[in-house]
C-alpha cells in the first residue's frame, strides 16, 4: 500500500474584531516553501448585531472554501502582552502577568511566555488571557465543524505578519508599528527581530466618529467614510480628535530611538485608516508637531506609511479579483499574522 502525504497546508486566519471579522484563506506549499493567498473576506459585526456563528458562516460562504483549520487573533478584555529582560524566568514571568491581571480564579486565566530578539539581546514575551475568550469562538467553529488550531492575541499575531512580510526591516533595523482599529490602537516597537514593546490604547476610529457627531459633522450612524478630502471643517475636527494618538505615537518614536540610537525613517500604519490618505496626512501633521527633538537625532517628522502585511506571498486569481488594494490590505496583519503562526 502507498501513503500519499499532502504537500500543501492551508489555513484560514482570522481576525476577531470588535467591529469586523476579518480572514484570509493561505495556503503553503510545503516543498518549496511559497504561501499563496487564495481568498480573503471581512463581515460586519455589530451593525446590526450578527451572532458570532452566523458572522462565520457568511465568512466561510465569502471565503469558497472547506478549509477545516482555523489560526485566530483577537484582543479580548482582560488580554495583555508584556516585554521581560533577559533574566527573568518563566516561572517569574507567568507569576508576575497573573499578579497583573487579578483573574477570580487562579484557572480563569491563560499565561504563556516566549523568547524574543537576538541572541545578544534576548528577552522574553509574556502573553496572558482569559480563558473565557476563545470559548464563544471555539463554540461557534465547533457548531461549523472547523477546527480551532492556533489563538493569538492580536498584537502578538500583528508582529509576525510584519516580521515575516518586512523580514529584512524586522531583522536589521528599529521599527515602529501603529495598528488603528475602529474601538482601539495597538502601538509595537520592535528592534532586530524581537518585540521591544506593546501599548493597545482605548482610541479608535469610532472615537473620531463619535467626536464629530457631537460638532455636527456627522449624524448619528454615518460612519468617518463620509468626510471627504476638501471638508475643511470636519478635516480640522478630526485632527484635533488625533491629538491624543498623535502625543502617544511621537512619544513612542522618542523612546524607540532613545533605545536603538537611530532615527526610524517610517512608522507602519495598519487598518481602515491607514488608507485614507486625506486622514494620514492630518495624523503626520499632529505626530510631527508632538514630536519636537529628541537627544538622539533632531531630525524630525518620521513619514507614516501603509504596509502590506501579504508582501512576501503570491495570490491566485479569486483572490485578486476583488481585491481593493489599499483598504483590504490595511485590515489584514492580524489575520495574516495568526495564519503565518499556524503555516510557517
Known amino acids: 500500500?502507498?501513503?500519499?502525504?499532502?504537500?500543501?497546508?492551508?489555513?484560514?486566519?482570522?481576525?476577531?474584531?470588535?467591529?469586523?471579522?476579518?480572514?484570509?484563506?493561505?495556503?503553503?506549499?510545503?516543498?518549496?516553501?511559497?504561501?499563496?493567498?487564495?481568498?480573503?473576506?471581512?463581515?460586519?459585526?455589530?451593525?446590526?448585531?450578527?451572532?458570532?456563528?452566523?458572522?462565520?458562516?457568511?465568512?466561510?460562504?465569502?471565503?469558497?472554501?472547506?478549509?477545516?483549520?482555523?489560526?485566530?487573533?483577537?484582543?479580548?478584555?482582560g488580554g495583555s502582552v508584556r516585554v521581560f529582560e533577559p533574566a527573568t524566568s518563566s516561572d517569574r514571568i507567568r507569576e508576575l502577568m497573573e499578579a497583573e491581571a487579578q483573574p477570580s480564579q487562579p484557572n480563569d486565566l491563560v499565561v504563556d511566555c516566549a523568547p524574543t530578539g537576538s541572541p545578544e539581546k534576548p528577552r522574553s514575551i509574556g502573553c496572558a488571557m482569559p480563558r473565557a475568550a476563545t470559548a464563544e469562538i471555539e463554540a461557534a467553529l465547533k457548531k461549523l465543524k472547523k477546527r480551532l488550531s492556533i489563538v493569538q492575541l492580536a498584537p502578538i499575531a500583528i508582529f509576525n505578519a510584519f516580521v515575516v512580510s518586512h523580514e529584512k526591516v524586522a531583522k536589521e533595523k528599529s521599527f515602529l508599528l501603529v495598528d488603528i482599529g475602529s474601538n482601539t490602537t495597538t502601538i509595537l516597537g520592535g528592534q532586530k527581530g524581537g518585540?521591544?514593546?506593546?501599548?493597545?490604547?482605548?482610541?479608535?476610529?469610532?472615537?473620531?466618529?463619535?467626536?464629530?457627531?457631537?460638532?455636527?459633522?456627522?449624524?448619528?450612524?454615518?460612519?468617518?467614510?463620509?468626510?471627504?478630502?476638501?471638508?475643511?471643517?470636519?478635516?480640522?475636527?478630526?485632527?484635533?480628535?488625533?491629538?491624543?494618538?498623535?502625543?502617544?505615537?511621537?512619544?513612542?518614536?522618542?523612546?524607540?530611538q532613545g533605545q536603538s540610537g537611530s532615527f526610524i525613517e517610517q512608522v507602519y500604519l495598519s487598518g481602515w485608516l491607514s488608507s485614507q490618505k486625506h486622514l494620514v496626512t492630518l495624523l503626520q501633521e499632529e505626530v510631527t508637531q508632538g514630536y519636537s527633538h529628541t537627544s538622539v537625532n533632531e531630525r524630525t517628522g518620521s513619514e507614516l506609511t501603509q504596509w502590506n502585511p501579504l508582501r512576501s506571498c503570491t495570490a491566485t486569481d479569486l483572490a485578486l479579483s476583488d481585491f481593493k488594494l489599499l483598504t483590504d490590505l490595511s485590515r489584514l496583519p492580524a489575520a495574516s499574522g495568526a495564519a503565518f503562526q499556524y503555516l510557517l
Open 1 to 77: 500500500m502507498k501513503f500519499r502525504f499532502s504537500r500543501k497546508k492551508q489555513v484560514v486566519g482570522i481576525d476577531l474584531g470588535q467591529a469586523y471579522l476579518k480572514a484570509v484563506l493561505l495556503q503553503l506549499n510545503v516543498k518549496t516553501g511559497e504561501v499563496l493567498v487564495e481568498n480573503y473576506a471581512t463581515v460586519l459585526r455589530n451593525e446590526p448585531e450578527v451572532p458570532l456563528e452566523e458572522a462565520l458562516r457568511i465568512l466561510w460562504n465569502k471565503l469558497k472554501t472547506k478549509c477545516l483549520d482555523c489560526a485566530v487573533a483577537l484582543w479580548p478584555e
Open 195 to 256: 518585540l521591544r514593546f506593546s501599548r493597545t490604547l482605548a482610541w479608535g476610529t469610532k472615537a473620531i466618529e463619535e467626536n464629530l457627531i457631537c460638532e455636527g459633522g456627522l449624524d448619528p450612524g454615518e460612519s468617518l467614510e463620509k468626510i471627504s478630502e476638501t471638508d475643511d471643517i470636519n478635516l480640522n475636527a478630526i485632527k484635533r480628535s488625533m491629538q491624543v494618538i498623535a502625543r502617544d505615537i511621537a512619544q513612542s518614536l522618542q523612546y524607540l
